[in-house]
């Protein structure tokens, strides 16, 4: 009989799910602002709803979930205090002394990093491609997609309510906030795929063996 793949997946279910909903309760109590704060967790828990419906029929990597927690816990970070006043970036920027709080930027990173390992194992498993060249140009575009559809996101939102414009987009007065946020995600991506490709390639062959 053949093992449970979610056994695999996801070892310490528990964990992750308390992980994320300890996060996500924190997040929400008292946030700086309540609508920026749905507006910036939102993705977080369209991400974890699509977790839960496809965790038997379409099970991840331990990798891919470690990551995705990772980008929902950076997520909340940043609803509760608005990307702007995230006190870590403070610091940062009292540090380093940059002229802007620096904290939305890791969110693009992540961006671009975090899609790039699920998409990569999507293409991987359904085996969209033969090519490798080929799969990682399109994993890096569609890496860029996404983040190109969160600032026209970004942008609507910013049509739409004026009280909440400013601090869900976050620009700081930087003119070149929305192309930096998108050459973040490049970076991301790109990063993603150079430092973990060998690491997600052994789980997914652990995976196979398993399945």
């Known amino acids: 009989m053949k093992p449970e793949p979610l056994q695999l997946a996801q070892p310490r279910p528990a964990t992750w799910i308390a992980i994320y909903a300890g996060a996500l309760l924190w997040s929400g109590f008292d946030p700086k602002d309540t609508v920026t704060w749905m507006l910036e967790v939102a993705p977080a828990v369209i991400a974890a709803i699509v977790l839960l419906v496809t965790r038997r ?3 991840l990597t331990r990798l891919a979930y470690v990551l995705i927690l990772v980008h929902c816990v950076i997520l909340m970070i940043g609803g509760h205090y608005t ?6 970036g403070d610091w940062f920027r009292d540090l380093f002394d940059p002229p ?6 890791l969110g693009h990173l992540a961006q671009g990093f ?9 293409v991987i498993r359904l085996q969209v491609f033969n090519s490798a060249a080929w799969r990682n140009f399109f994993i890096v ?5 996404v983040s190109a559809f969160y600032e026209l996101i970004e942008w609507w939102v910013a049509l739409l309510s004026d009280e909440a414009a400013d601090a869900f987009l976050g620009t700081q007065g930087y003119a070149w906030d929305t192309q930096s ?5 490049l970076i991301g991506a790109v990063l993603a795929l150079a430092l973990l490709g060998r690491v ?4 997914l062959a652990e995976f196979a063996r398993e399945l």
């Open 83 to 88: 990307y702007a006043e995230v006190p870590a």
């Open 114 to 122: 975090v899609p790039a390992i699920v998409t990569r194992e999507v």
């Open 141 to 145: 575009c569609f890496c860029l997609a």
């Open 181 to 185: 946020d998108m050459f973040l995600a």
């Open 200 to 203: 997600h390639d052994g789980q």
């Open 100 to 105: 802007r709080n620096n904290y939305d930027k």
């Open 57 to 59: 029929s379409f099970p």
